[in-house]
């Protein structure tokens, strides 16, 4: 089974827009870290924002934001007032504390298209 | 500060051939992992490095794939025998420290390894 699941393969939206990138995950491990990366063209995986199963708020870098719902085990990606530049793919993963392997798991990512 | 790199940014070998990739992390980073990221399997997790040794090697798909890392930096990811399903980018990351958990990877900017 999946353990991230990005059900938005491509969005395309207007220049100035809000957008939202689902995520949702699949885990039993109480502790675990979730994170948000963008990946441009140039092909460089950039960190976004990170949410620790702990956190109490939803956390907030600029116009990032991510929607935590712990119990519906969704960690959506929030972009206000998008750019051209957000242009990119988008990526969503998790790492477990307790268990699994130490590297990340990723989803499969949402290609965003900013329009003018 | 200087980010993670990696070399060759392109690599273009022929089936058989062994390939070496390397990998220099944020400096003072103890924790370095290696992911590939392919059309067909998207991103995936390869080994772990804590130091210099490799607790976690379970991403490896074959034998013929083993890395290393001297001196708690520098890391090289060695292909034998390459075949053409090894085409693919190659990314490397590093993290502070490894015992939290929750530590954010940052990300190199990849190698392109195509396999003729």
């Known amino acids: 089974a999946q353990k991230i699941t990005q059900t938005q393969p491509g969005m395309f939206v207007q220049e100035k827009e809000a957008v939202t990138l689902d995520c949702t995950y699949d885990t039993s491990d109480p502790s675990y870290g979730l994170f948000w990366y963008k990946q441009p063209s140039s092909g460089e995986m950039i960190f976004l924002i990170y949410q620790g199963s702990y956190d109490q708020q939803n956390a907030t870098e600029g116009r990032y934001s991510l929607n935590f719902q712990k119990a519906r085990k969704s960690a959506n990606l929030v972009i206000s007032a998008s750019q051209l530049g957000d242009s990119a793919m988008y990526f969503c993963?998790?790492?477990?504390?307790?268990?699994?392997?130490?590297?990340?798991?990723f989803g499969k990512g949402t290609h965003l298209i900013i329009q003018p | 500060g200087a980010g993670v790199s990696q070399s060759p940014s392109n690599k273009v070998t022929e089936k058989g051939k062994d390939v070496e990739l390397r990998c220099d992390p944020i400096s003072g980073h103890t924790a370095l992992y290696w992911y590939r990221q392919s059309l067909g399997q998207g991103l995936e997790f390869l080994i772990y490095f804590q130091g210099n040794s490799a607790p976690d090697k379970s991403g490896l798909p074959s034998d013929r794939f083993s890395a290393e890392r001297t001196g708690g930096s520098v890391s090289t990811l060695t292909i034998q025998r390459t075949q053409q399903e090894d085409s693919a980018v190659y990314l490397c990351?590093?993290?502070?420290?490894?015992?939290?958990?929750?530590?954010?990877?940052?990300f190199g900017p990849g190698t392109r390894l195509l396999v003729l």
């Open positions: 990351a590093s993290s502070l420290r490894r015992t939290a958990g929750y530590e954010t990877q940052y």
């Open positions: 993963a998790m790492r477990e504390v307790g268990g699994g392997a130490d590297g990340l798991t």
